[in-house]
């Protein structure tokens, strides 16, 4: 499949490896220094990482949706899968929550478009382990949420690909839900004792 990867920091560069050694042909952009995209691997503008992309993900600080998406082009009929969080500019708290989420706001600012919530529940520093160890029978979760079913069943594979198991939450308004969760993990991974090669996964007895 071929990805398009928008922001291409510690999200954005990890999850675009993982699927280009998962075979997925993915363009990196959006970050300030062209020779670390080079780096990455096949590189452009985010108007180009977007043409022709089965999906694309959205892995930039809230502070940068809307210029990357300005730079990005049409998105409209796209499969946009966004770990990005509403955060304010230090990090400490979301900026939207209880009533909205950063995935219905993103939905507003490109309504076309088809928006999945995922990969915000788990630390980048987990990323490559998971991948790694993708062969063991009960792999972590990933939750995701979205409102077009054929976006999350190409999401959900992209997850599948990534080493985790995929966990379908609903629709996108339950993104109200799985942001606030996302705190609890950066509590877990950065502030409590362990180490940030955190990933959960859900049990039903
Ligand atoms: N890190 C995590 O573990 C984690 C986990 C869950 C969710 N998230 C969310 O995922 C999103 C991405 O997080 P991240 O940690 O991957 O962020 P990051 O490491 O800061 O990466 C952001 C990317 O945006 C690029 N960018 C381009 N222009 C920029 C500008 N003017 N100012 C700042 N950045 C610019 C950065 O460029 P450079 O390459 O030049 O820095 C980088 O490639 C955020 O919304 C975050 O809340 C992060």
Not at 34 to 63: F, I, M, T, Y
Not at 164 to 178: N, S
Request: with cysteine; glycine share 8%.
């Amino acid at each position: 499949m071929r990805i398009g990867i928008l922001g291409s920091g510690r999200m954005g560069a990890k999850l675009g490896t993982i699927w280009a050694r998962a075979g997925h042909d993915v363009l990196f952009s959006y970050s300030r220094s062209p020779a670390k995209l080079r780096r990455l691997g096949n590189s452009g503008s985010p108007a180009q990482a977007a043409a022709n992309a089965a999906a694309v993900l959205l892995a930039v600080h809230w502070s940068r949706v809307d210029d990357v998406l300005s730079q990005a082009g049409d998105l409209s009929g796209k499969t946009i899968v966004s770990c990005s969080l509403p955060m304010n500019a230090d990090d400490t708290e979301l900026v939207v929550a209880h009533t909205s989420s950063g995935a219905e706001e993103l939905a507003r600012k490109i309504p076309a478009a088809h928006i999945v919530s995922a990969f915000s529940t788990v630390p980048s520093e987990v990323l490559l382990a998971v991948f790694a160890a993708r062969r063991r029978k009960n792999r972590p979760n990933v939750v995701y949420c979205g409102d077009e079913a054929k976006s999350k069943r190409v999401v959900a594979r992209l997850i599948r690909d990534a080493g985790f198991d995929p966990l379908d939450c609903g629709p996108l308004r339950i993104a109200r839900y799985i942001e606030p969760f996302t705190m609890l993990v950066g509590q877990l991974a950065y502030e409590r004792p362990g180490g940030p090669e955190l990933a959960y996964r859900f049990l039903r007895s």
